[in-house]
Structures are given as C-alpha cells and as structure tokens.
C-alpha cells in the first residue's frame, strides 16, 4: 500500500511502528490460513514473538510497500513465518530492502480461545531445512523463558529532570483498546501493540536528542500474554544507553482489565527499540550521552552496551562471512 | 467534511477511492432510511451496483465536501440513489461539480440477511420519471447478469517484466476485514471496497508512467457477492488499455473467508478505472503506450479501446446536443 | 455520517470526544467560509472557545449524526457559532437531540499566522439578538482571562495509591502531532485536541469506578494557545469531585515543540469533564466518592461542589421557567 502523511513523521520518514503493523498482519493471514487448510478446528493465529529485526533503509511517504510473507517452519503447536518488506519508488522504478522479520504464531481456537490447536506439517525441500527450523525453535523457547522473569520492572517518575537524564526523556502513553485494534478473538492484534511500543520509544528517543529520529532496530520482543477489547494499556519507555550514534529504549506495555474483571494490572510485552538521530540530508548525527544516576540506571546502562557490543560482534562476523 | 492530507496524493489531489466511500455513504443512509420509512421488517440497505461515473475536477486538501443523495427510482427490491460531490474552496468560496454518480442499493432484513424486503414506493412527479427509471433499471440489470460471466479470471504473477508491458505495472494488497469497514449486518461497506480498488488502480497506473496520476473516471461496478467481517480480501490491479492521454485498469476483488467458513475464496467485484497523467501545472500529459503480449492481453486492450471508443463518442453526442 | 464501532466505548456509546469533534469541525468550516466572504485577506477560523455542553441523550453505533450550524453573533475579531447534533436512527427513523455546543473562532492570516482579521459583521432580524450576543461575547471574555490564572497546576504522580483516591485513577496520555490532526495553517484543530481530552477523563472515569461511563457534560473549554504541527502533546486528567452519580475530571493539554524549536513545554488548553456511570441497561448507578488527601485536593473538591450546585440550581431554574 501507498505510505501516506499520517504513517510519517514530520521529515516523511515512516514510523518503524507503522511497518512493524504491516509486517505482522502479512504473518497473521499467512499463519492463520495455513492452521485453517486442514479439517479440524477453527482457529486465529495470535503473534507469540518477533525476532530481532533491522531496518535496512528508510520508507517515504507517496512510495509503495511490498510485503511478502512464507511460512519457513511448523512445531506441534507454533507457525513460524519470514515476511520481507520492500520499498518502492513507484515514479522512479527503485526499490529497496527496508527490513526482514521473522515471527512466532500460535493457533488459537475460535471456540475456546485457551486452546491451542494442532498445526498441520509444512513440507520440506531438504532435511536440512528442517533441522535449521528446529534449532531457531528451540532457541526461541528458551529466550522466551528468560524474558519472563525479567517483568516485574516499573517505570517511575521523575520530578524536574536534568537534560540528558533518564527521568528526562522517560514518556509513557495509555491507550483504550477498541474493536479496530482487534482480531476475530476480540485480542488486540500483536501489530497494533508494536507501533504504540514505537510511538513511545520514538518520544523518548527525540526528547532526548530533540532532533529527527528514526528506527534502525527492534530486539526480539515476546509476547507472553494476550490483551482483551476494553482494556486500558500504558506503553512506557525509558533510555538505558546510548553509543555515539545510537540510543536504545526499553519499552514495556501493562495492560488494565478494568471493565468486567476481577483481574490485577499486568504485564503484556517489553521490548528493546534502537533509534538514530539523522541531519536533514540523512546522515547520522551524534547523540548526547545518557547521563545515569542510580545504580539501577548504570546497571541497564552496562546491559546495553553489552547487547550493543554484542550485535556490532555479530554484524562484523557477518560481514566477513559474506566477504570470503 | 474538510480533506485532509491522508485523503490525497502527494501532489494534495483527493484519491477517486476517499470520494466514493464518501458517496456511497451518503447512498446507504438515504437508501436505508427510505427502506424502513414504512413499518415492516427493519433492514440495511446494501449496495449492488455503481453505474459509471466522471470525475469532472479534481479536489484538494483542505477544501469542503459537500455531498447531497437522492432518491430518484425504485423498484420492488432495489432503489436508485442520484448522488452529488461539490468541492466548496471556503477561502475564495469557488464551488466546482467534482462528480455525480447513481448508485442502485437492495434492502436486506437485518434478521436475516439473506432475505432481500420490499421497497416503498416513491411518487413520482411525471409519469415520465418513472418510465425513464424503469429503463435505467432494466438496463442495469441486463449488465448485471453480463459481467457475472467474465469472473473467472486471474492475476498471474510475472518474473522480470519489461517496461511498460502489463506484467510490469500489475499490483495487488491484500486487506483483513475489520470491524469499522462493515455495515450493522456485518458485511463490508461498498466504500470500503471500492476505496481499496482506486488504491490499487492509482498505484498501477502510477508504476506504469511514473507521474502524478488522478481518477478520471470508473466504470459501472457490480457487486456480485457481500463480503464477511474477518474475511481476507485481495485487490489486484492490471492494465487493460491505453489512449493518447488515459489508462483503463481492471480490477478484481477476491475475499477469502479462511475462518471459521467451509467456503472457497470467491470472486466479490470486478470494475475498470480509467486514469490520466497530470503534470505539475495539472496539464493531462501524454501516456506510454501499453505492449501487449499474450493473445489475452491484445484481445483485452482492442475491448478497452471499444470501451473507450463507445464513452468518447457517447460525449461527443451528448455535446452536440447541449450546443443545439 | 453513520457512527461506528470505532467511535464508540465496548457498551456501543459513542464516545463525548467524537461528538465534539464532529461539533468543532461543523463550526470551522461555518466561520471560515464567512470570514472569507468578502473581499480581504484569505484566513483560516481558529477555535478560541467552547461554552459549556450537556449531553442530552448517548449515541449508538449504526445511527446517522446529523451536524447543523449557524454563526450567531460576530465582533470585530470573533465569531460564535451555534451546532445542534441530532442521532437520527435510520431504521426506526427515531431523531433526538444529542447536544447543542457554542462555539467561538478568532479568524488567522492566511500569510501570517499571528495576525488577527476583521470579521465581516452579520445582519441580526431583530436588534435584541445582536444586544444578547454582545452580551454573550463580553461574559466570555471575562471567563478567559480567569481561567489563564489558573494555568501553573501540574499533575504530579504517585506511587502506590489508595483506591478512590485522586492518584489511583489520574492518567495521561502522550500524542505525537500528524499531518492529519492539523489546519491548513499547520495547526492541531481543536476538535483533535478535544477529543483526546475526553479519551483521558473516559479513562480516569472508568479506572474510579469500574463501569461503563458516557460523557454527561463539558464545561467551558478556553483555547490559550495553538499547537503546532510536530509537537508532542500530554494530556493529563485528574478527578476533582463526585457527586451521588456523577464525576468531574480536569482535563489539562501541554504542548512540547521539541523539534526544530528554541520554546518551553507550555499549557495550551484546560477543563473539565462530567461523566455518569450507567449499568448495562442504561440507568445511571451510584458513584464511589472520591478521597482527599491534600490540602489542595479538599480544596478542587470544595471548587467543584461550587460548580456542581451551581449547574443544578441553575437548571431547575430554567425548568421552573419552561414550566411557567
């Protein structure tokens, strides 16, 4: 589809959220289409977890997203789904890679909506193939778990900031669900969880450095429990560091059952989000540190620049693979 | 209601899709509140049919829209709604005609929708009138049971186009149908639908002359089957013929009921849109003629041409006979 | 236009803060076309000021809004302008009054922004009406410089809160200003703004007490400052009183330009909402009351008591005199 004003920001880049939207519904027809081919029991797949993803290039208003989605492995009860996405200049002809993600989905069943049901067997070109999938499974599993203990943090607030602060740039926003943020399930759709998490995360990130900022990347973000039609959710971020070019946000999203229900406040999804600050030509400018003051503060600190370190690790590693 | 940015290109022209939805809303209130006038079976009017229709100038951004909808035939089952858009520019108070359309609605129990209630008669007031609707009724219904016959068809995907061949400006998006894109009775508004079609046309003929392009005109739309809420559809697009200065591009709308339905994906509408290349001064500019391929693609392009050849001489007849 | 499920809470009401917009767009569109009817400087009509409304009667998904507006006084600089808002049920053909608003716009240069025009004058049938809309204009006059002393509160948060108490419910809310949200002079429409301020007062209504809650009324709203496209706006709502069956909320919107902008975080707008809860077959239930803890608490609950009198002696005064 055609990327319009409201799905930019004020220099016309596109929200990193407004993809992450797209990204996910292209996953949730494929997967939930694939659990439906068999006879069996009615279901909607609901997005369990996104793997890290980074956005390749930036999306301008007036140009054209091409979405592509495959499903690349099958466990006993999870979808996993690749979907890429295009940009294209439709008055020049040039497209670009904007970014490539890969998501879990579970089947859920229409009738009762704690079942998970059984998902038919994708076939294999290779063997290989599958054993590649199950490795990622297993993988995932076990990074899911970790996230889980992780959950009990809350963001508080701050009274008369210094700049350049974690109180300073911190931000958070509520947002009541309604019917079109929902899947047949009356859930909220894991796309629309993702571009409120981008919405707060991209305030942070421009209170920050009060400048033009865009995605470059989201970590793997898991999806432990399911929002319902009428909650309330607050989606808080707050920095945790900053290189110096980049800045990371942690984000966390509770949701607030507080029509009907006799249940507590909770925790629904948190994520890591990485931002750069670009001139007005597109370049990459400089970021002001972030300055800790608690302990707590230095610690998420050093935690960032270990994922940091660790992704840069990565991409070098990479980069050499493909140069050999 | 004032337009805004997201309703128009990126050079500020209101899309043909945002003035459709707008007049098909107007058509289904009136046509709604006619069919329960009487006391009898409460009911939703639901659209069947769209006769062709010019876009006579183009609107802009943060000009008004005024709509006015009236009903000018009915039927036992269906109802004839003459519908009007006026651009009002409301700095200089300049109004502009951007279009009439005549839209043909059937009234559907909201008890049970698949039973089409009677119509209230309107008074007419020359026997004349009535006489001239029959007509157009009867003609309209004759188009109906043509076009069924053509569905068949389908989009095939082409690697490595050349330029300006219909394989390399063909599109297609696909839609998850949400709550607000449906009637009380839960089917697709015909706005809706058409909206996602002048998305895909615009982009069509866009990837074909890379230029600003605008909605000149659609032709007779029917609306063969209702379309469910959850439903995935598909719009694909492709270029069936070009002029001098217009493309006509053939749409399709395939929905894909893949919850919870045993039913096959099923073809819901098909229409031509005829687009023309504007310039920055909004002069019509001249378009790169399509290179047909296959034995289909040339019979397709000598049927627009008949099309086209029909529309050009129908106005020149009525011209001559404004001037006599 | 017909209301839908997305304008609407879960019970099918639809919400204050789309009504009002539908109101502030209504009254934008009458006072621009009639500052731009004579000859001069083209101008664009901007909200100053909302008199208080009541909410006579809730809106339901599926009904059609009919908006009808009329300028009925007009100084030198200002215009007022009177909406009526009926929900007329297309099935039935029920209408009803949903609420009347008075609204005032100030007309802004076209070519510059800060620069007030004149308005041209309207013609009164009878010399008594221009004499109570002078009237009118000089009240409201008055109650705007009042309400800009009262601007420096800040909503400060607090940890771990009583239930009932002003903590436990108080919200806010951040919004990143689109294109969409905007005038054509760049602005945020005031209608946008007053929609996201019935969103948080919803919010708080129903985190104080658990139930489905509609706006009941709105009173007077000032619009202090305009907000420019870009910005980041909080909207932050705390409750101040409850009577037996209803809640007052204040409502405050601070604007932050930190993009590309040497200025300060500042108050743009305030007010305050009243909301009733109902049960599910529409009757209005019994309210917890609210608890004071601080000095200033006791304070707005004492101001808001004031108000809350004021209202009703002030209504059973003009039932007194429609029954006379």
Chains 1, 2, 3 share one sequence.
Not at 90 to 106: D, E
Not at 254 to 261: G, L, N
């Amino acid at each position: 589809r055609i990327m319009r004003p409201d799905d930019a920001n004020i220099a016309g880049n596109v929200h990193g959220g407004t993809i992450l939207k797209m990204i996910e519904e292209a996953g949730a027809i494929i997967s939930t289409r694939h659990c439906n081919s068999q006879a069996g029991e009615p279901c909607v797949a609901a997005l369990a977890r996104v793997e890290r993803t980074d956005f390749l290039s930036p999306m301008c208003i007036g140009e054209v997203a091409n979405v592509s989605a495959e499903i690349t492995y099958t466990s006993r009860h999870s979808v996993e789904v690749q979907v890429n996405v295009m940009s294209e200049n439709i008055l020049t002809g040039a497209k670009k890679v904007t970014n490539k993600a890969t998501l879990w989905y579970v089947p859920l069943s229409l009738k009762n909506v704690n079942k998970v049901v059984e998902v038919p067997p994708i076939q294999y070109a290779r063997q290989e193939q599958e054993d590649e999938g199950k490795k990622r499974y297993e993988e995932q599993k076990l990074d899911r778990l970790e996230t889980k203990q992780r959950n009990g943090d809350v963001i508080l607030p701050v009274i008369n900031p210094e700049p350049h602060t974690v109180g300073y740039s911190q931000s958070s926003l509520i947002h009541l669900v309604g019917p079109s943020d929902c899947t047949l399930l009356g859930f909220v759709h894991g796309g629309v969880t993702m571009k409120l998490m981008d919405e707060v995360a991209g305030i942070v990130a421009a209170r920050h450095c009060k400048t033009n900022i865009v995605t470059a990347s989201v970590d793997a973000i898991n999806f432990h429990e399911k929002i319902k039609k009428g909650c309330v959710i607050t989606v808080s971020g707050r920095m945790t560091f900053t290189s110096n070019k980049s800045m990371e946000i942690e984000v966390f999203v509770d949701a607030d059952p507080f029509v009907d229900e006799p249940r507590e406040r909770y925790r629904a999804v948190s994520a890591f989000f990485t931002y750069v600050s670009l001139s007005k030509e597109g370049k990459p400018l400089p970021v002001p540190q972030l300055l800790t003051e608690t302990e707590d503060e230095k610690r998420r600190f050093e935690e960032g620049k270990g994922r940091y370190l660790q992704t840069k690790a990565k991409r070098q590693a990479q980069m050499q693979q493909a140069a050999q």
